[in-house]
């Protein structure tokens, strides 16, 4: 059995690696994206990603900043969440798994997981605002998600919970004993 835990950790692993490196290029190539709409809006067409907001950046500035922003911001947390579970899954002992280290860890995940989803749904709200007076459509794949993304840091800081009384029992037992 313990061949088969160390098996799924090592592809999990390695999962969260190829999501960690797909979401740190998408951040990349968004920043890229935006200094090029500022200084040279013509070769946007052809950068990754092709976000072109430059009729917004003509209209109203501060909105353009604004949902770039946004959306720049979503997209590093995004990198950083899979950072801190390449983090935890590099570090974690399965022979003992309350540790301290993992407590603090998977709290860190609750949080950078609940602020993607609470950034998410103010852009989204704020896109929906800003949808009558500018073309928003392509953004809204930026924050489709950010319900899922509130459960699964309640249901992540629930588990972190559970991990910290764990903690306390494993150390109160290790003071009995």
């Known amino acids: 059995m313990k061949k088969f835990d160390n098996l799924v950790f090592m592809v999990l692993y390695i999962i969260a690696w190829i999501i960690f490196v797909g979401l740190s290029i998408?951040?990349?190539?968004l920043i890229v994206n935006f200094v090029f709409s500022i200084f040279k809006p013509e070769f946007v067409g052809n950068l990754y990603q092709k976000l072109d907001l430059t009729l917004m950046y003509q209209q109203n500035v501060w909105?353009?900043?604004g949902m770039y922003s946004f959306v720049l911001f979503i997209a590093v947390f995004k990198a950083m969440l899979f950072y801190s579970v390449i983090d935890l899954l590099h570090k974690i002992d399965l022979a003992k798994p309350f540790s301290s280290f993992v407590s603090k860890k998977i709290l860190q995940i609750s949080y950078f997981t609940f602020t993607?989803?609470?950034?998410?749904h103010i852009a989204k709200q704020i896109a929906k605002y800003l949808s009558h007076h500018f073309e928003i459509d392509k953004l809204n794949q930026f924050w489709v998600d950010s319900?899922?993304?509130i459960l699964m840091a309640?249901?992540?800081y629930v588990i972190a919970l559970i991990?910290?009384?764990g903690i306390e029992i494993?150390?109160?037992?290790?003071?009995t004993v």
């Open 116 to 120: 993607i989803g609470i950034f998410s």
């Open 163 to 165: 991990f910290k009384k």
């Open 170 to 175: 494993q150390n109160e037992n290790d003071l």
């Open 63 to 65: 909105a353009f900043y």
């Open 26 to 29: 998408e951040a990349g190539g």
């Open 154 to 156: 309640a249901i992540v």
């Open 147 to 149: 319900e899922a993304f």
